[in-house]
């Protein structure tokens, strides 16, 4: 939010970057609260009792939506921080080439600024892209939950 010139670009940079920094903070509370909660278990099987029953009854053969939740609230909000990130700056990227906003950089240099980020960003989410394909692959049809319910 300290970024040159942000309050002259569109509000939408802004929600963005909000969002991100808000969601980013919210993952590292649920990373924290997920760690006190699985801490407690010392044994395999306390995590399993913990997974499938939570404070009491009967042992299911399924995860409980609760703790399914819980272990994947992090790394779902920290997702979302880094995709609102992105697209925030990459809007702030463009508006400030497109508004000539920042005067102490020629325009020519915010364009080739604003199309490095582009092609850098459509480079890392296609590697990206690819590389889960091949280790999905290479994975094979696999059971997420294996080796944690085998009694």
């Known amino acids: 939010m300290s970024l040159d010139n942000v309050n002259n670009v569109h509000w939408t940079a802004r929600g963005f970057l909000v969002f991100s920094l808000v969601t980013a903070i919210v993952s590292v509370y649920y ?23 939570g404070r009491g009854g009967d042992r299911g053969k399924f995860p409980r939506a609760a703790s399914v939740l819980t272990i994947s609230a992090p790394g779902a909000l920290l997702n979302a921080s880094v995709h609102g990130f992105l697209i925030g700056f990459g809007i702030y990227l463009g508006f400030l080439w497109t508004r000539d906003l920042d005067d102490s950089i020629i325009s020519i240099d915010k364009k080739a600024v604003f199309l490095t980020y582009i092609i850098t960003l459509a480079v890392s989410y296609t590697l990206y892209a690819i590389s889960s394909i091949v280790a999905g692959e290479q994975a094979g ?11």
């Open 141 to 151: 049809p696999t059971n997420v939950y294996a080796g944690v319910f085998d009694g």
């Open 31 to 53: 990373a924290s609260k997920q760690y006190r909660i699985l801490g407690r278990c010392l044994t395999p099987e306390d995590i399993q009792t913990w997974i499938t029953t």
